[in-house]
């Protein structure tokens, strides 16, 4: 069974650009999250989806950052216009509904924005 | 608050035991975790505890909970070098969306 897979795995761009970011959970997850690391910092929450609906979007650090997950599948997270402090890790996670203990993490995305 | 915090770095030689601490701040919490991050790697479940359980073991791992001080152990025995990684103490609460609190990572580093 695929894990979760997460595109791209790097990411460098220009301050002011558009970023976006896709994650693929595991198949049958009705329950997708995306977490981010900053440089030297914990991993912090961003948001949870349950299917297609946002459950909590509390961990979002503003409105230059805007996750989709339409259809219930796959979701992006696009980050427009990136800012120097975006430059972090962003993780996504899923797991079944009934099983929220257990998320599996996807590996990553390495953004660097300068 | 929710806050878990853990020592940053750890040196421990192979073949010995390795203890990684937490300590966390809200009692409240559902579960606690153990991740493991890999140079280059995404986040590995290693394992996770119930927050009414003592003791959790599993092959060379072993997880103590002390609820009443909010401190949470790893223990590898026999480490390798392919322990080397850095490992992350995590809480979940079962009311609060499920969303996982993060420590911000022990470095394991493996002497020879």
């Known amino acids: 069974e695929a894990g979760v897979t997460q595109f791209p795995s790097h990411s460098v761009i220009e301050k002011g650009q558009t970023v976006t970011l896709r994650c693929d959970p595991i198949s049958g997850h009705d329950n997708l999250y995306w977490y981010r690391r900053v440089m030297g910092k914990e991993i912090k929450f961003l948001l949870h989806f349950v299917k297609e609906s946002k459950q909590d979007e509390s961990g979002m650090p503003n409105n230059r950052f805007l996750a989709e997950r339409t259809g219930g599948t796959y979701s992006t997270l696009k980050v427009q216009p990136a800012e120097l402090e975006d430059s972090g890790v962003y993780f996504c996670a899923s797991s079944q509904v009934g099983a929220q203990e257990t998320q599996y993490f996807g590996p990553g995305t390495r953004l660097l924005v300068l | 608050g929710e806050d878990v915090e853990q020592s940053l770095f750890l040196s421990v030689r192979e073949g010995d035991s390795s203890v990684i601490n937490c300590t966390y701040t809200d009692s409240s919490s559902t579960y606690l975790y153990w991740y493991k991050q890999e140079p280059g790697a995404g986040l590995q479940l290693l394992t996770y505890?119930?927050?009414?359980?003592d003791m959790k073991q599993d092959q060379r791992l072993t997880v103590l909970l002390n609820k009443k001080d909010k401190h949470l152990s790893l223990r590898i025995a026999d480490t390798q070098t392919g322990d080397s990684a850095i490992y992350f103490c995590?809480?979940?609460?079962?009311?609060?969306?499920?969303?996982?609190?993060f420590g911000k990572g022990t470095r394991l580093h493996i002497l020879p």
């Open positions: 995590a809480e979940s609460f079962m009311n609060r969306d499920d969303k996982i609190i």
């Open positions: 505890i119930f927050s009414n359980m």
